[in-house]
């Protein structure tokens, strides 16, 4: 069933992803909420592929890199839509919709964890910590997007050489504005999740692991997003400057997701 | 369905609508100022139109590109084009020679079509330009309004301005910005956004930055600053178009304050430099400014345009950008035309409905006519028919006729295919000789 529903999904994303590139080339107001609606569907059944994993591995699938990739396409679909609602702007859909056709795609490849996560990473707490986190890094993935957008958008400005997209593509301060939006809704999962796995480990063990990678580098990411925020209202940075660094910023992220999850972390490793 | 279609039992509808005029391609701009109606002219017009009998619905629509007349002329009009050519040579009082070759005319589905190109933008002399859709829509209600159109023209009209929307709507024809003045406003758009709240400065009041401030004002650009080495020049350009004017020796203190900048100054060169406008955006905070540099010879050192969130395009880079743009919407008018045939055959469909169900009425008319006549004649040589008997064959005789139609009504009304349906509707009447019977 949860295959079938993840199959579905997929399906409903490659279908939104359509819709979103046909209305870069063509607007249609009808077009345009089609592409929405299909993204809702697909995130809904999503949500329910997720369900029922996670009524197999008792708690929220954050257990394997399967599972967390998953999740994270989840949010990642959540929270554009939740910024295309708020701007009013579909034209960064195709891009959104795209990399999720391509994350889920490459779920496939990936072997999927039977084994149930073991007790200390069961309730409550634990799973707002992690979702709440990879709920971060899916805000940061999609302020990557939109910045990349922003300094391919600033490059033809400068070129002059203006095709179709250019003119469907969100104005430079809009685009700008949105990615400040979803680092901001990033920061603020992260300090939360941060904040109930500092809790979480507290009652666990009595004390903090600083000294783990996995802490580290996400202090990092806290502190060069924080550093965005504030260097992309500064007169040297601001535009083109700071779509850069938050792009960059983004590639620590991965880093930490993959890499460190994978082969640094003592604690934060998939099981 | 009263006028176009067919006066009381007077033969099958035949919805016809004809089309005169000129425009910007068969007529020279003397002749068409020549040509022009006026709203209250194109009131009378229709009115005369009909009270002639030429035509029975009426719509005038004149821009300063075209002057036409669309109309749907009375059953019994087959000169209709031929008295609405002569009708508009004499009401504009053009001697009919002076018109030849100048006035187009159409009708049926062409005129039909001519009038949803029109509504498209893509019989105007600037390809999609959005303009012609409002004229359009004055033209038909200042029409409505006083009655002078009835249910042909209402649908045609409904559906041309449909058309323009979608046109407009669902491809690139009308979108991108086709002059230079547009097309440094849209440009600005594409860095800010909304233009509402922003501010801009015009330096120098050149016939272009005129356009340039006529098209911010439009968008809401919330403060305008008018700098010109004249400054009586800048006061009545600011008080024209509702901003404020500044010496030109201030102009180094105001140049930090717009988002967009507009330089216009003629013959002189560069009057912005490089350090001018370096410091202009760190007053800004590092905000960025949108530079247009309308001047010929160009106004901005060429050097600036390396700095840091200032884009600046001049007069050739804007010229090569509406380039762009006009095949950008060339590119897109099979698409247009597309929607174009679409709604043309939904008219045809209602029109063909239309006529449809009026041939079937017709046909039973002819057949009832006949049977009458046979059975007169025929009873009359049969003596011994008794009353019951009579009845009878009236009976009889009429199911069959209703058996004879009842497939053809069906094929004429629900068949597939538009064009088997119209080429059956035209087979009938030449057939049956429906039309000749009613002339």
């Known amino acids: 069933m949860a295959h079938h529903l993840g199959a579905l999904s997929l399906a409903l994303y490659g279908a939104s992803f359509l819709c979103y590139a046909r209305i870069l080339y063509s607007p249609h107001l009808w077009l345009g909420r089609l592409a929405s609606g299909l993204l809702a569907g697909g995130i809904l059944l999503q949500y329910f592929d997720l369900l029922e994993r996670s009524r197999w591995v008792h708690t929220v699938p954050y257990n394997d890199l399967y599972g967390s990739m998953s999740l994270f396409a989840w949010l990642l679909g959540i929270t554009y839509l939740g910024l295309e609602i708020f701007h009013r702007q579909r034209s960064v859909g195709a891009f959104l919709t795209l990399l999720l056709v391509i994350w889920i795609a490459l779920l496939g490849l990936l072997p999927r964890g039977d084994r149930p996560a073991p007790p200390p990473a069961r309730g409550a707490l634990f799973a707002f910590h992690v979702t709440l986190n990879t709920w971060a890094y899916a805000a940061f993935a999609l302020s990557f997007v939109l910045s990349l957008i922003y300094l391919a958008q600033d490059r033809l400005l400068r070129s002059r050489r203006l095709g179709s997209p250019f003119w469907r593509f969100p104005a430079l301060d809009v685009l700008d504005r949105m990615a400040r939006s979803s680092v901001y809704v990033g920061l603020g999962a992260l300090i939360l999740g941060v904040a109930l796995g500092l809790i979480w480990e507290h009652r666990l063990s009595g004390g903090y692991s600083w000294g783990d990678p996995k802490v580290i580098i996400t202090l990092a990411i806290l502190v060069a997003y924080i550093a965005y925020l504030r260097l992309s209202r500064s007169a040297t940075w601001r535009g083109a400057r700071a779509a850069l660094l938050c792009a960059l910023n983004f590639v620590v992220v991965l880093f930490s997701y993959t890499i460190v999850n994978l082969y640094f972390t003592k604690f934060h490793r998939y099981f | 369905m009263k006028s176009q279609t067919k006066s009381a039992g007077q033969g099958a509808v035949r919805i016809h609508v004809a089309l005169i005029g000129c425009n910007h391609r068969t007529a020279p701009v003397e002749l068409r100022e020549r040509a022009v109606f006026t709203p209250e002219q194109a009131l009378c017009a229709a009115d005369e ?222 009057v912005l430099t490089r350090r001018m406008l370096d410091r202009a955006i760190a007053a800004r905070h590092g905000r960025p400014v949108f530079v247009v540099d309308l001047g010929v010879p160009r106004n901005v050192a060429d050097d600036a345009a390396g700095l840091y969130n200032l884009y600046l395009y001049n007069i050739d880079d804007l010229g090569e950008v509406v380039e762009q743009n006009k095949k950008a919407r060339e590119s897109e008018i099979p698409r247009a035309e597309a929607l174009i045939a679409e709604h043309l055959a939904k008219f045809e469909t209602w029109r063909a409905a239309l006529e449809a169900a009026s041939i079937v009425d017709d046909l039973r008319e002819h057949f009832h006519k006949h049977r009458e006549l046979v059975i007169r004649e025929k009873l009359s040589e049969i003596k011994d028919v008794s009353p019951e008997e009579r009845v009878r064959i009236a009976h009889i005789t009429e199911e069959l006729i209703e058996r004879v139609l009842e497939n053809p009504t069906q094929k004429l009304q629900h068949g597939r295919g538009l064009r088997g349906r119209l080429a059956g509707i035209e087979a009938l009447r030449h057939l049956f000789g429906l039309d000749e019977e009613k002339d």
């Open chain 2, 49 to 270: 139109l009909r009270e002639r009998g030429i035509l029975e619905e009426a719509v005038v629509l004149s821009t300063c590109n075209r002057s036409e007349l669309y109309g749907v002329p009375g059953e019994a009009n087959p000169s209709a084009a031929e008295e609405m050519e002569d009708f508009f040579t004499s009401f504009h009082k053009i001697p009919r020679a002076e018109m030849h070759g100048s006035l187009y005319r159409s009708i049926g589905a062409d005129a039909v079509r001519h009038l949803f190109r029109v509504a498209a933008g893509l019989d105007s002399m600037m390809l999609g330009e959005a303009e012609i859709l409002g004229q359009l829509r004055g033209a038909y209600s200042q029409a409505l309004d006083h009655g002078s159109t009835g249910p042909v023209l209402n649908r045609i009209f409904q559906g041309a301005l449909e058309v323009g929307k979608r046109v407009r709507a669902e491809t690139e024809v009308g979108s991108r910005p086709m002059s230079v003045a547009l097309a440094g406003v849209k440009l600005a758009e594409r860095v800010f956004g909304n233009l509402k709240g922003h501010s801009a400065l015009i330096v120098g009041a050149g016939a272009v930055a005129e356009q340039v401030i006529e098209h911010l004002r439009n968008r809401g650009i919330g403060s305008l600053r008018v700098v010109n080495r004249s400054y009586e020049h800048a006061a009545v350009l600011a008080r024209k178009m509702g901003g404020e004017a500044v010496k030109w020796e201030s102009l180094e203190e105001v140049l930090g304050m717009p988002d967009i900048l507009v330089a216009s100054v003629g013959g002189t060169g560069a």
